[in-house]
C-alpha cells in the first residue's frame, strides 16, 4: 500500500535548504539528501505530493553511482548508519535519505541531449541549433541526434528558470579546462546511461548532471539520471513527430494544462486519481531502471 506523502521535514535544529523536491540537512562533516514527495511542475510545488516518490528518486540514484565508474558524493543510503540526532524517526526517511560529502557546486547544469525535446525543440524551431549547437534542417520533434550534444545550463535561484547557454558562455564563465572536462565526463556518463536504458526498454532522451569539487576531485553529485532529471521514453512506443509518453509528471501537467488554472495563482489538488498513475509511473522506471523490486508498492 503507498504511503502518506512526505511534504516536509524539520530535523531538531540542523540548518537546512528546503528546495522544490529536497530538504538538505548541515551534518558537519557531510550532508544529509532528503527526497521527498513534494512535486513542481510549472515552477510551481504543488499542494498533493505523490507518495513514495522521494524515495524512487534515492533508489534510482543509488543505483546510478553503484553502476557508473567515476567519483561521487554518494557515502550511505542507509539510515541506520547514518549520524541523525536522537528522536529522529529514521523510518519516516528510510529509503529517501542519502549522506554525502560536502562539495563546493560547480554553477552549472550540465544537459546532455540524444533526441530533440523540450526547450532544445524550441529552440530549435526558431533558429535550427541548440545550445548554439547547429544541428541539421528538417528535423522534427523527438527526432534523434546524430550523436548526443552537451548544452549546458545555468543554475536558477529557486523560483527562477535555469538559463540554456552555450558551451562558449559556460567556458568563459568557469573556464575552458574545467568546461572542457564536464563535457566529456557529462557525454561519456550519457553515453553509459544510455546504453543501460535501451537494456530495459527505455530511450533516455536527454538528462542533467551535476559536479562539485571535494577534496581536489571533480565529483558527481545530486541525483543522478532520475525520471525528475532525465526523461525517459519507452522504446516500443517511440514515434518521432511529437511529444512521446514519459516516465515522469506527464499525467500532473496534462491534468493542470487541462484545468482552469491559471499558472499564476496558487496550483490546485491533485485528483486522487492523478495522484495513483504518476506513482505508478514513478515506480515503474524504478523498476525497468534498476532490474529490482519496488520494496514500497
Request: hydrophobic share 35%; with cysteine; net charge negative.
Amino acid at each position: 500500500m503507498p504511503t502518506t506523502p512526505l511534504l516536509d521535514t524539520q530535523l531538531a535544529d540542523i540548518p537546512a535548504r528546503h528546495g522544490k523536491v529536497r530538504d538538505v540537512y548541515d551534518l558537519g562533516e557531510h550532508l544529509l539528501l532528503v527526497a521527498t514527495d513534494r512535486i513542481s511542475a510549472f515552477d510551481w510545488v504543488l499542494p498533493t505530493g505523490i507518495p513514495d516518490k522521494g524515495r524512487v528518486l534515492t533508489g534510482v540514484s543509488e543505483f546510478w553511482f553503484g553502476q557508473l565508474d567515476t567519483p561521487h558524493h554518494l557515502v550511505t543510503t542507509d539510515v541506520d548508519q547514518m549520524p541523525l540526532p536522537d528522536g529522529v524517526d529514521r523510518e519516516v526517511l528510510r529509503g529517501r535519505v542519502m549522506l554525502t560529502k560536502k562539495a563546493k557546486v560547480v554553477p552549472m547544469e550540465c544537459v546532455v541531449r540524444d533526441y530533440l525535446a523540450g526547450s532544445g525543440w524550441k529552440e530549435y524551431q526558431q533558429s535550427g541549433t541548440v545550445c548554439g549547437v547547429e544541428l541539421p534542417a528538417g528535423l522534427v520533434e523527438s527526432d534523434r541526434l546524430p550523436e548526443p550534444i552537451f548544452t549546458p545550463a545555468t543554475k536558477a535561484e529557486m523560483g527562477e528558470h535555469d538559463e540554456n547557454i552555450s558551451f562558449e558562455r559556460m567556458a568563459g564563465e568557469i573556464g575552458t579546462e574545467l568546461a572542457e572536462e564536464l563535457r566529456a565526463r557529462s557525454v561519456e556518463l550519457f553515453k553509459k546511461g544510455s546504453a543501460h536504458a535501451e537494456k530495459c526498454g527505455l530511450l533516455l532522451a536527454d538528462t542533467k548532471y551535476e559536479f562539485g569539487h571535494a577534496d581536489g576531485e571533480l565529483i558527481l553529485i545530486d541525483e543522478v539520471m532520475t525520471p525528475d532529471s532525465s526523461r525517459y521514453w519507452p522504446a516500443d512506443q517511440y514515434q518521432p513527430g511529437g511529444p512521446q509518453p514519459s516516465f515522469d509528471k506527464q499525467f500532473v501537467r496534462d491534468w493542470l494544462l487541462a484545468s482552469d488554472w491559471d499558472r499564476n495563482s496558487e496550483p490546485p489538488k491533485l485528483p486522487e486519481e492523478i495522484v495513483a498513475k504518476t506513482r505508478a509511473k514513478y515506480i515503474e522506471a524504478f523498476e525497468r531502471i534498476t532490474g529490482g523490486v519496488f520494496a514500497w508498492k
